[in-house]
């Protein structure tokens, strides 16, 4: 089978396991819709202040429930060593390093989506759906950002002890650059600035996105191999 | 082993240059017009900043070194040197923030190289989290390795992405601007001897966490 | 010749792990690896299945050397553990390996591998849901999917009672009669004497000795163990 073949057996698979088990998907969801009701009435939202804050708190919650997901899915790799019948097979830590950002960032994506509509409903701020176009390529050049470099750290902490406490500590400082891009331009875009103002930043998600990709790539396999 | 070498004349040395770096520090460099002494603190902190970046460089580096050879002699190397970057970085925190007070009249200024430098410290805080998580050796060493790796590339990134954050809101004054020429001198002497002293302490680091390394060796050894 | 293993050295901290190996592996031969804990067992595992670089020395296999080409599509690993994804079914777990194999197994033989290993009825259960002894077993049956020239396997025995441990033993010798060679790792003196052609004996990196089965009586091998102050 080819490199790609090889790729869409790995998300395949993570798809199909989500199905069955249900497990970070649903966490994920949860987890963000809690945060919103947290963030609502700790931070006494209302009309007035509903378009400055949205995008901090959108971002948030799309690192958080990211990194929670994440760490998720990779436990269920490492259960009963499930992720060594990969390992001891053709399919090359770079195809299934690869296969496995995809299935994290359709997860995400489909959580921050819904997390958006959630926004928009619980407090009432359909301005964020309308824009959403607009939003759509610093949500998805950061969401990447944050599954290529969640990917690779999921499966660096969850053999170690308090992995999953471990996880965001390494995550989270990691990917300052993209929670700064993904806020700086959805802010822009709310304000409805022109397209042109959150280009930079734009770039400096793709290039975040790209550094890490090629970095992962080349350090992955030494998250398998000894 | 050599190391003994090199470690005994820099701690002569040591020991007359950083008195002697104090009182120029002090005594001799001139008062700053519009900061007045706590400009001082200054030549502390830009000494110890470089010199944890020479320290994050070098677990960077021992990093790629150790994924590529497997030797554990360069797991040693990086996470000595990580220690003493760690330390270094929290003083360089500290005395940022000590200076920022009279200056910017705030405790902690979110100026880009200061977040960078907090970014950079709970990368590797987590870095140590990790490693006391695992026993296996080379895994450790291959994990840390890992995260040293993209630690440090994350600087650059971090450090564009805080400054253009900053110029979206007020920005706050920026330190330094052109330095009095004894200033300059003063602070390239200040940095060298922190430079000096970041490899002493590392090469003392390193001995010590090979003797631990020894033991540990031995006892299993005995062990068995 | 399938595999050789020549003059392998591999080091940890100062410490050898193995100490100068040379082992060679016949086409359909089986060879037992004994030897008590500490002795270099699993590190020698790493590095027959590929997924540990030697230290020194050099890996022959099929007559290349194994640097220049991807070992694991002729290799099936076995671990303590299943290596199994314990939410998905027993089929999909089985469809799975067929897939990241490019085998072009059809449905007919994952079914005919479902049905000889008693699976069949079990086929849509998570594996999470099947006993110890099931799980083996779904585990041993990707062996039959992904065809591979050896198996490799470490402490394959873990965790199973007598019943079952029968059971895997003869699954692995059907394997064996399939004409495939089987490097097995193990504690348990009677299951790896019975499936050997060759027994090996590793202790302190070094192979103490390797010899064909009709030169070693079983309780040499206890003796050895009891000798080394561990009990068989």
């Known amino acids: 089978m080819t490199f790609a073949g090889n790729i869409l057996a790995i998300t395949k698979k993570d798809i199909s396991l989500e199905l069955r088990g249900k497990e970070s998907l649903s966490l994920m969801f949860f987890l963000s819709l809690l945060l919103l009701v947290i963030f609502n009435l700790a931070l006494d939202m209302d009309n007035e202040n509903t378009a400055s804050l949205a995008a901090g708190i959108l971002w948030v919650i799309f690192a958080f429930t990211g990194v929670m997901g994440m760490g998720r899915t990779s436990m269920a790799e490492r259960d009963e060593d499930a992720y060594l019948s990969i390992v001891f097979s053709p399919v090359s830590s770079e195809s299934l390093y690869i296969g496995k950002v995809i299935s994290n960032f359709l997860f995400l994506m489909i959580i921050e989506i819904s997390t958006l509509f959630f926004f928009a409903v619980l407090f009432d701020f359909e301005k964020i759906i309308i824009s959403l176009p607009g939003l759509l390529p610093s949500l998805l050049l950061g969401t990447l950002g944050f599954s290529v470099v969640g990917t690779l750290f999921s499966f660096l902490t969850t053999t170690s002890k308090h992995g999953e406490i471990i996880l965001p500590f390494l995550f989270l400082p990691v990917v300052v650059p993209v929670v700064l891009g993904g806020v700086s331009s959805m802010n822009l875009i709310l304000a409805g600035r022109p397209v042109e103002e959150s280009m930079k930043w734009i770039q400096i998600l793709a290039v975040f996105d790209f550094m890490y990709l090629c970095i992962s790539l080349l350090l992955f396999k030494y998250l398998i191999e000894e | ?224 | 010749m399938l595999m050789e293993l020549k003059n392998i050295k591999k080091h940890f901290h100062s410490k050898a792990a193995l100490n100068g190996i040379d082992l060679s592996v016949k086409e359909g031969e089986s060879i037992t690896l004994f030897g008590p804990n500490g002795a270099g067992k699993t590190t020698l595992i790493k590095i027959l299945s590929g997924i540990m670089s030697p230290g020194e020395g050099e890996i022959i296999f099929n007559g290349s050397s194994s640097s220049e080409f991807d070992i694991k599509k002729y290799i099936f690993f076995l671990g303590h553990k299943n290596s199994l994804y314990n939410s998905l079914t027993v089929s999909e777990n089985l469809n799975f390996a067929n897939r990241i194999f490019s085998r072009s197994n059809g449905a007919g033989r994952i079914e005919t591998v479902l049905r000889e290993h008693g699976l069949w009825e079990r086929r849509n259960d998570p594996v999470k849901e099947l006993s110890q002894g099931m799980k083996r077993r779904a585990a041993i049956a990707r062996g039959f999917i992904t065809d591979p020239k050896i198996l490799i396997m470490d402490e394959p025995f873990t965790g199973l009672d007598l019943k079952w441990r029968r059971s895997v033993l003869s699954k692995i010798k059907e394997l064996k009669t399939a004409g495939k060679s089987i490097v097995l790792a193990t504690h348990l003196v009677e299951e790896g004497y019975e499936l050997a052609d060759r027994i090996a004996f590793l202790n302190k990196g070094k192979l103490m000795f390797i010899r064909d089965k009709q030169d070693v009586q079983l309780k040499d091998i206890q003796e050895l163990f009891h000798s080394l102050g561990e009990a068989a």
């Open chain 2, 1 to 224: 082993m050599n190391m003994r070498k090199i470690q005994m004349p820099l701690f002569l040395s040591l020991l007359v240059l950083i008195p002697l770096d104090f009182y120029l520090i002090f005594k001799v460099a001139p008062t700053e017009r519009v900061m007045g002494d706590v400009q001082r603190i200054f030549y502390f902190h830009v000494s110890l900043a470089i010199s944890s970046y020479l320290a994050f460089t070098t677990v960077f580096i021992a990093g790629i070194i150790y994924l590529w050879r497997k030797n554990l002699f360069w797991d040693t190397i990086a996470y000595s040197a990580a220690e003493i970057g760690v330390l270094f970085s929290t003083l360089v925190l500290i005395t940022g923030s000590i200076w920022a007070r009279p200056i910017w009249n705030v405790w902690w200024a979110w100026d880009p190289r200061l977040v960078t430098m907090l970014i950079l410290w709970f990368i590797f805080v987590g870095y140590f989290l990790l490693r006391n998580g695992i026993s296996d050796w080379g895994k450790r060493a291959r994990y840390s390795a890992v995260i040293g790796i993209i630690g440090f590339l994350d600087i650059p990134v971090v450090r564009l992405a805080t400054k253009w954050w900053r110029s979206v809101h007020p920005r706050l004054k920026s330190e330094g601007g052109g330095l009095d020429p004894v200033m300059l001198k003063i602070m390239l002497f200040s940095m060298a001897t922190f430079l000096m002293f970041t490899v002493f302490l590392f090469l003392y680091r390193y001995s010590i966490a090979r003797a631990e390394e020894n033991l540990i060796v031995l006892t299993k050894r005995l062990e068995d």
